[in-house]
């Protein structure tokens, strides 16, 4: 790598702040009107319906752990109905992340067809909508939906 490439890179280390996990904040305090919180606007997004997510319960926490995957905060994890746990798998989980319907099924789009399931991702502050396939993504900040 050629020099001044590195130089850059170095430079832009000095940026990188260091905070505990619960000083994140996904949306600067200047955007953030009065009455509303960061996720406001997602919840506007998705047509947030406090009777159509739940939280995890104990034992689907445990079957996640199981399967490899591990959040900062499982109480900020919410999920629709039906939700097949077996189906998340070596991922990571950060801020509030809603999940939407999710079974064993398969998701087709011409030729091409994938499992429905979360896999090998990192998911920070998003929301995920029915029947989705993450394969090996980083999703931040993001409303990411089949439909």
């Given at each position: 790598m050629p020099e001044y490439l590195w130089s850059t890179i170095l430079a832009d280390m000095e940026r990188v702040e260091l905070l505990e996990k619960k000083d994140i904040c996904f949306v600067d305090s200047r955007y953030i009107k009065a009455g509303r919180d960061e996720y406001w606007f997602r919840?506007?997004?998705?047509?947030?319906?406090?009777?159509?997510?739940?939280?995890?319960?104990?034992d689907e926490i445990v079957d996640l752990v199981k399967n490899g995957n591990v959040s900062s905060d499982w109480s900020r994890i919410l999920v629709k109905d039906p939700f097949d746990t077996s189906?998340?798998?070596?991922s990571r989980f950060i801020g509030l992340v809603r999940i939407g319907k999710i079974d064993d099924r398969l998701l087709k789009y011409h030729d091409f067809i994938v499992?429905?399931?979360?896999?090998?991702?990192?998911?920070?502050?998003?929301?995920?909508g029915?029947?989705?396939?993450?394969?090996?993504?980083?999703?931040?900040?993001?409303?990411?939906?089949?439909?």
């Open positions: 919840n506007l997004q998705v047509k947030a319906n406090e009777q159509e997510w739940r939280h995890l319960r104990a189906l998340i798998n070596q499992p429905q399931g979360i896999e090998d991702s990192m998911i920070i502050s998003c929301d995920i029915d029947n989705c396939a993450c394969t090996s993504l980083f999703l931040s900040e993001s409303l990411y939906s089949s439909g």
